[in-house]
């Protein structure tokens, strides 16, 4: 079946844009997560989603990012007057039970000019 | 606060010989380990796990507890191993914390 696939692939934009990011989930996983991964860096955990609980939102860098999911399918991650720190790529993973494996998206890369 | 170090960068080996990649971790719980490979222009898939005490593709990871270590090893390294390699920790929250990564090792293994 489809794995997680995450639109778009690539991304430019110019300082002080705002930036949406999608992610669909592999149908049937009530878990979704957002990272970030700057250059060199290792994975940072930014969001958790499960079924329809609330997230907690205390892992995204700042108030200029906001993730929203409907129900168990589709999330979009939403970074408000872009930086030039938020380039990075950011992928998004889907498990069934939480703890199980997380599947990860081909991620989508964020270059902010 | 929950750490994963992986000391090196780059891993460079022949092929055929034995190959050991270093993760040690810091959390004061009891946390669950896994290993995560990509291959170059693939996605991030999962290795192994410790909790499923398994061989993937060759290659083998022990939790030491007492060390806070979970080193993968592999005792004869093939060129398709070459890939980035990445430790990661979930801690107890059931997977609410989602998972801790190392900034992970690009392991070359040379013919």
């Known amino acids: 079946g489809a794995g997680v696939s995450q639109s778009p692939s690539n991304k430019v934009t110019e300082k002080g844009k705002d930036v949406e990011l999608r992610c669909d989930p592999i149908?049937?996983?009530?878990?979704l997560y957002w990272y970030r991964q700057r250059l060199g860096q290792g994975l940072e955990f930014l969001i958790y989603?499960?079924?329809?609980?609330?997230?907690?939102k205390s892992g995204l860098p700042s108030d200029r990012f906001s993730a929203e999911r409907t129900g168990e399918s589709v999330s979009t991650l939403t970074i408000q007057r872009t930086q030039q720190e938020d380039s990075a790529v950011y992928l998004c993973?889907?498990?069934?039970?939480?703890?199980?494996?997380?599947?990860f998206g081909p991620g989508t890369r964020l270059t902010v000019t | 606060a929950q750490r994963v170090t992986q000391p090196e960068k780059l891993l460079s080996v022949f092929k055929g010989a034995p190959v050991e990649l270093k993760c040690n971790y810091s959390?004061?719980?009891?946390?669950?380990l896994f290993w995560y490979v990509q291959y170059s222009r693939q996605r991030l898939q999962l290795l192994l796990r410790?909790?499923s005490r398994e061989s993937i593709k060759g290659f083998t990871a022990d939790l030491n507890k007492g060390e806070t270590s979970f080193h993968l090893k592999k005792p004869f390294a093939q060129e398709e191993d070459s890939a980035m390699y990445y430790c990661?920790?979930?801690?107890?929250?059931?997977?609410?914390?989602?998972?801790?990564f190392g900034k992970g090792t690009h392991l070359i293994i040379q013919p």
């Open positions: 993973a889907s498990s069934r039970p939480p703890a199980y494996e997380q599947y």
């Open positions: 149908s049937g996983h009530t878990a």
């Open positions: 989603f499960q079924g329809n609980s609330a997230p907690d």
């Open positions: 959390y004061s719980g009891s946390p669950e």
């Open positions: 410790h909790i």
């Open positions: 990661a920790l979930s801690g107890s929250g059931g997977g609410a914390d989602g998972l801790t």
